[in-house]
């Protein structure tokens, strides 16, 4: 009988486990707690007006590029209609008074920087060599299977964000610039690897792309795959315990997911693989195989800032695509833009267009997103979706008028082109994520703290994985490939890179 694996969330990184074992004949059931799956895939509709809620855009989409391939290997490629981002400014920064736009391929992507600085070629040269040297020794990015980490052991890994660069780069004003999507991975200063800066960088320099339609259909898609390979997904399934006896986990329990007074009801599982954040791993497992000490130090983790976010619906025709992702800043500088107070909120944001349809000349609806901490909104912790009352009614206006202020100074008359909008804080990620305190990208990493801020994607209990952006990395390439990493526990990270590379 073929191994019966439950896997907890839908997610992409739970769904991508689901289709790498449904694949090699493992017997699959993905439960997630929500009525609509996905995770950070998620859309969803209002007035006929599609929205994402966390993956905007891709990167090394074109053929045979990095996730090109991943894409092919889980079976998704067939599924999604891409739309390349402008080559020429996949990524517009605007910082104190002018915009500096990020171009495709380390030979442009130099050439339009040195225009803009052109007493800095050389020490762009060096940049892009460290950022190279950082991406080129994971085996991810070559996917190629490698025997040791040895190589990874550079001083690039160990080194913030701000250290390497400014230490490249001698123009400050340049310095600010190369880090100004830092909103992508919620970097703050002197504590973000430059590693998760080179990876973000290389992966997006490569090519951008959006998904036409909506990142739901990468959902879709997988959770398709997994049906076709025999494996379940199904969704209004809360699971509130992992089941355990002296040595293993033995299965799970669940509730309708919409429902407390429902039976609980129980999967046998052979092995458990969580998709939540680890902090809600460790609610789940009562086990004396997890030390305290590991409870410990899982939730006193930093976590990374959470977020504001305004969805946009146009008026009909009259918002031109902008093939572009804008960054917008207020003072002088990306960094610290989640040190603030009332009076300085906000001090950036990102604002972007979802691609409805192949080559749009007009976009329907678009997102502005901020960052936010949930102090801001803890007074309305524990209260649900829709009934958080006026007064959270009222704040969330407040702040969307005043983002809406903000992007206005770059593209006057944008409030004359809405036919409406929507928002969302922090409290929204926790209850449709159920990631810590709200955060965009979960568990932050910091360079200061080294091990203390990794989570292993084994726990103590040894049929229990985990697997999510907090395994490895965040974004859609982190998440893959620490789903691969997941399921290499039970089929070797060997056979998982010789499948992709189509040798087996």
Request: glycine share 8%; hydrophobic share 35%; proline share 4%.
């Amino acid at each position: 009988m073929n191994k019966r694996v439950v896997i907890i969330g839908s997610g992409l990184g739970g769904l991508a486990c689901g289709v790498i074992l449904a694949k090699n004949g493992y017997q699959v059931t993905v439960l997630e707690q929500g009525s609509q799956i996905g995770g950070c895939l998620q859309c969803f509709t209002r007035g006929k007006a599609k929205f994402e809620t966390g993956m905007h855009i891709i990167g090394s989409a074109s053929e045979g590029q990095t996730l090109d391939r991943l894409l092919q290997y889980l079976e998704v490629k067939k599924d999604l209609t891409l739309s390349q981002l402008d080559p020429t400014g996949y990524d517009i920064v605007s910082l104190g008074g002018r915009h500096f736009r990020f171009a495709n391929g380390r030979e442009a992507f130099i050439r339009q920087m040195a225009d803009y600085f052109p007493h800095q070629r050389q020490a762009l040269e060096r940049y892009c060599d460290c950022v190279q040297e950082v991406a080129e020794i994971s085996s991810p990015r070559s996917l190629k299977y490698a025997d040791t980490v040895a190589d990874f052991k550079t001083d690039l890994m160990l080194r913030s964000v701000n250290e390497v660069v400014d230490e490249v780069i001698t123009d400050p004003l340049l310095a600010k610039v190369l880090v100004g999507n830092l909103p992508l991975y919620a970097a703050e200063r002197d504590k973000t690897p430059f590693s998760t800066h080179a990876f973000v960088m290389d992966f997006y320099n490569q090519s951008t792309y959006r998904v036409v339609g909506g990142s739901d259909q990468i959902a879709t898609s997988l959770a398709n795959t997994i049906r076709r390979y025999g494996g379940e997904v199904l969704s209004r399934r809360k699971v509130t315990r992992i089941i355990c006896d002296d040595s293993h986990a033995t299965g799970v329990e669940f509730t309708d997911g919409q429902s407390q007074t429902v039976p609980s009801d129980v999967i046998p599982a052979d092995v458990v693989i969580s998709d939540t954040h680890p902090v809600r791993t460790l609610e789940m497992l009562d086990s004396h195989l997890i030390r305290p000490a590991f409870r410990q130090r899982i939730n006193a983790m930093p976590q990374t800032t959470g977020i504001f976010s305004v969805y946009l619906h146009f008026k009909d025709k009259t918002v031109p695509y902008m093939n572009s992702n804008f960054f917008g800043y207020t003072g002088d500088t990306p960094w610290g833009c989640e040190n603030y107070d009332d009076q300085s909120w906000p001090k950036g944001y990102l604002y972007m267009h979802l691609c409805h349809q192949p080559k749009p000349a007009y976009a329907q609806t678009g997102v502005i997103l901020s960052y936010m901490q949930m102090k801001d909104v803890e007074q309305w912790r524990g209260t649900t979706i829709g009934r958080r009352g006026a007064d959270y009614e009222a704040f969330k206006q407040e702040r969307a008028e005043r983002l809406l202020d903000a992007v206005e100074k770059e593209f006057p008359g944008l409030r004359s082109q809405l036919q409406a909008y929507y928002t969302s804080t922090p409290l929204t990620y926790l209850d449709y994520t159920g990631t810590a305190e709200g955060s965009m990208y979960g568990v932050a990493k910091d360079v200061t703290m080294g091990a203390a801020c990794r989570v292993p994607h084994r726990t103590r209990v040894p049929n229990v994985l985990q697997t999510g952006q907090n395994i490895n990395s965040h974004g859609i390439l982190g998440v893959i490939v620490g789903a691969m990493v997941t399921c290499g526990e039970l089929l070797t990270s060997r056979t998982i890179y010789e499948e992709v590379s189509g040798k087996i």
